[in-house]
């Protein structure tokens, strides 16, 4: 199994930044991607960035140009830098890991609030 531990949501104005963490451990070796989904209140959950075992990397279209997707595998950790952000960027942002095979493992999700 992969547990996974996010950070880093709060409150910011239109325009501003986060970075949000999501630290893994478990069985690490097994993963194969790693990304961030969001849920808003009333909306079903999206999928936001991937990046993959080999480090490609996927952007969903209404964060491209925005979010930057990263990891550090010395420290089984994936980051999301999210700029620009706004107000319909308000969600909940949960972290999740593949595992080759197909399970899926979710962090507790984390909130981000975009003020215009």
């Known amino acids: 199994q992969v547990q996974l531990v996010e950070s880093g949501g709060g409150l910011v104005q239109a325009g501003g930044s986060l970075r949000l963490s999501c630290a893994a451990s478990?069985?690490?070796?097994?993963?194969?991607?790693m990304g961030w989904y969001r849920q808003a209140p009333g909306k079903q959950r999206e999928l936001v960035a991937v990046?993959?075992?080999?480090?490609?990397?996927y952007y969903a279209d209404f964060v491209k140009g925005r979010f930057t997707i990263s990891k550090d595998n010395a420290k089984n950790t994936v980051y999301l830098e999210m700029n620009n952000l706004k107000p319909e960027d308000t969600a909940v942002y949960y972290c999740y890991a593949n595992q080759f095979g197909g399970a899926v493992y979710w962090g507790q999700g984390t909130q981000v609030t975009v003020s215009s």
């Open positions: 990046v993959t075992r080999g480090d490609s990397t």
């Open positions: 478990g069985s690490i070796l097994r993963v194969n991607n």
